[in-house]
């Protein structure tokens, strides 16, 4: 009987998955749930001043707040370089390193200095934009993910997301150290990185990852750094809004001085001007007082916050509960890669139907520092894109576009062009693309369309009716072409609010949510969570590959046991418990493999739509003791913007070293 035992806990006897682990050890004992009394979440050691960082796809920022004066958000200092016609609260989010690949600058001055570069001396420097979309598109994210430069040479993504994240707390610190006349002790800083909701566990963990490896928080304190959702933050702060600092435009009604149903440009010309007069002060003060708008807002009431990045669009669905206004996610948080981004894409794909997908691939690599150039200018014309708009809208060439096209084909752009049967895109005589509006606004279509087609999925959901406001928030929220959309979508279903500083919703509300992480007390799970255990075999109602013999008793394998499941809510502190035993006495580690499905529920760890998504390590080693049988109890939190695992030795009483990583499988 031996040799058949010992067959079929042979690893190559069958590649079912738990077979293949050996026995884990897992002893499926009852499951439970402790819930914990939400409100004696441990803040973790005292700090003196909150800095949140907005890492953004296109541009990035930080702001802080210090903790004896948490209604007054600090926004950073002012940036050297920025564009015409572009707000320069934030930064763009681009990186320079040098030839030998080490750190030179960050924002416009690395995209001045990269572009004043000779062509025959850029080409060997590495110059990274827009790389964050990067964490969200890799299905399989790893510590030694890469990136391409503009050059086209492959960088490590860890040493890029560090560099920057140490750019920012160094800005931070000396802009904190020049303010209290001293130097500031980064010990006293509470970080908070926001990143997308959507983003799997693999993202936040690489931006945690690379939060270690910048040195802004060492892995001995992790909750010194918070990683906040970028929606939530935004949420958070739309709470505090007063009605002079939003554009309502669901009300007939004339507000702020100014009627809405002028077209809904105007709105956001005044409210621009009002942020400009304001934007000397960079201080914003946040009345403790809950925001007017709030105070219409009544126990139970729901609204959705929708944040357009350049990357990305987040949906998240909250509901209020007083007295405190914490806030309940009811429905998990959507959305998708519908960012500003697109937009940009689709110029591209303009760009190659009239001068051909050969040259555009062949310019980028050759004379990157001018297609920067030509998406610069792009950009700028692209916030000048609107539904009432008539008159045309000119592009800037660069100059070594044009010359660089006669080169490589022989003939002008303006022969390109006049051949090209793209209609709506003329050559001025100023040396400019002509774009008709009916063409810029095609290029937005369909990542509006994406959104939109989001957004009424989203409210077909039970759990979405009667919202009763929606915020637009994120620097795409800014598009006068989405607003309307959104408009004409909802058809006075919900008030349409968009914060006047609608690029720095987020970054605010961040600083608040560093201030108190326990305002959100309920979430969804995004996934369903679970490992693969033995259960006793049942005739009749396990199948019989899943049989497995061992010792003369028999088992069943693969059993999917779920912590979590999808959309499932979880209460801020709430802990999943579950008990494993070390297969051996002499075991000094336990590796669990974490399982997980978009589906709510799952049977066996091997049916289609489960995949392993993460490792659970027990370090059991001096735990021994005379007890026949070790008992280590794990307790996993769910209900925070990470996961976290802890564990003790039930005998001893002792801490068991627990860790979750979802990067290295």
């Known amino acids: 009987m031996t040799t058949e035992t010992e067959k079929i806990t042979d690893p190559m006897a069958d590649p079912s998955p738990a077979k293949s682990i050996g026995d884990p050890g897992i002893t499926p004992l009852s499951p439970s749930h402790i819930q914990n009394d939400t409100d004696q979440v441990p803040s973790g050691p005292s700090f003196v001043v909150v800095v949140a960082i907005d ?32 707000s320069n609260q934030k ?15 960050f924002g416009y001055a690395a995209r001045d200095f990269y572009h004043d570069l000779d062509p025959s001396e850029s080409k060997h420097w590495l110059y990274l934009e827009k790389f964050k979309m990067k964490l969200h598109t890799t299905a399989n994210l790893s510590i030694d993910t890469d990136l391409h430069a503009a050059n086209g040479k492959r960088v490590k993504a860890l040493d890029i997301f560090a560099y920057a994240l140490a750019f920012f707390k160094e800005q931070a610190l000396k802009e904190l150290s020049d303010q209290t006349g001293g130097e500031f002790d980064n010990n006293d800083v509470r970080w908070v990185i926001t990143v ?14 690379a939060a270690y490896k910048a040195s802004m928080v060492s892995r001995e304190t992790p909750e010194q750094l918070i ?25 007939p009604a004339t507000q702020n001085g100014f009627s809405p149903t002028d077209n809904v440009g105007s709105g956001m010309t005044q409210a621009k001007e009002h942020v400009r007069r304001n934007r000397q002060s960079r201080t914003f ?37 007083l007295p405190e206004g914490h806030l309940k996610e009811l429905y998990k948080a959507s959305g998708g890669p519908y960012g500003s981004l697109g937009i940009d894409y689709e110029f591209e794909k303009l760009l190659c139907k009239i001068f051909g997908q050969d040259f555009i691939d062949q310019f980028k690599i050759k004379r990157p520092a001018a297609w920067v150039d030509l998406m610069i200018a792009f950009e700028s014309r692209k916030r000048a894109a609107a539904p009432d708009r008539t008159n045309p809208l000119n592009i800037n060439l660069p100059f070594s576009f044009i010359d660089y096209y006669k080169k490589f084909r022989g003939h002008s752009v303006e022969h390109a062009l006049r051949k090209s049967n793209v209609d709506f895109v003329k050559w001025s005589s100023q040396g400019m693309l002509r774009m008709s509006p009916d063409a810029m606004n ?13 957004l009424s999925e989203l409210f077909e959901k039970p759990e979405v009716s009667d919202i009763k406001f929606l915020f637009l928030v994120g620097g795409f ?55 693969g255990v033995l259960n006793r075999f049942v005739e009749g109602k396990h199948p019989a590959d899943k049989l497995l013999v061992k010792d003369g008793t028999r088992w069943c394998t693969d059993v999917f046991d779920t912590f979590i499941a999808a ?52 370090d059991v080693s001096g735990t021994e003791s005379a007890a026949p049988r070790r008992e280590i109890q794990t307790l996993m939190q769910f209900g925070d913007t990470e996961i976290r695992a802890m564990a003790v030795d039930v005998a001893t009483g002792r801490t068991v070293k627990a860790s979750i990583d979802f990067l290295s499988h």
């Open 567 to 618: 959309d499932q809510s979880v209460a801020l502190g709430e802990m999943v418990k579950r008990s494993y035993t070390p297969a051996k006495p002499s075991q000094q580690v336990i590796v669990i493999h974490v399982y997980c499905s978009e589906k709510e529920s799952a049977g066996f760890i091997s049916e289609s739509g489960v995949r392993k998504c993460g490792t659970l390590r027990l």
């Open 285 to 321: 003060l946040v009345e403790n007082v809950v925001g007017e708008l709030w105070s219409e807002l009544e126990e139970g009431d729901r609204y959705v916050v929708v944040d357009c990045g350049g990357g990305t669009v987040d949906l998240t669905v909250h509901q209020i509960r």
């Open 55 to 86: 890492f953004g796809t296109t541009s990035s920022g930080y702001a802080y707040a210090f903790a004896n004066e948490p209604e007054c958000i600090h926004t950073m200092r002012r940036w050297e370089g920025g564009d015409p016609g572009v």
């Open 196 to 209: 997308p909701a959507i983003w799997k566990m693999p993202a936040k963990q690489f931006m945690r990852e």
């Open 477 to 531: 929220a800014e598009s006068p072409l989405l607003q309307q959309a959104v408009q004409n979508m909802l058809q006075g279903r919900s008030r349409i609010i968009i914060p006047h500083d609608v690029g720095l919703t987020i970054l605010k509300g961040a600083v608040l949510f560093g201030l108190d992480p326990s305002i959100i007390k309920v979430r969804r799970s995004p996934l369903t969570y679970g490992v």
């Open 227 to 251: 990683i906040a959702l970028e929606p939530e933050a935004a949420s958070i702060y739309c709470r505090k809004l007063r009605l002079h600092q939003m554009v309502d435009l669901g009300t």
């Open 442 to 454: 095609s290029l937005f279509k369909p990542t509006i369309d994406h959104i939109i087609q989001h």
């Open 91 to 105: 930064t763009p989010t681009t990186i320079l390193l040098t030839p030998d690949r080490k750190f030179h600058s």
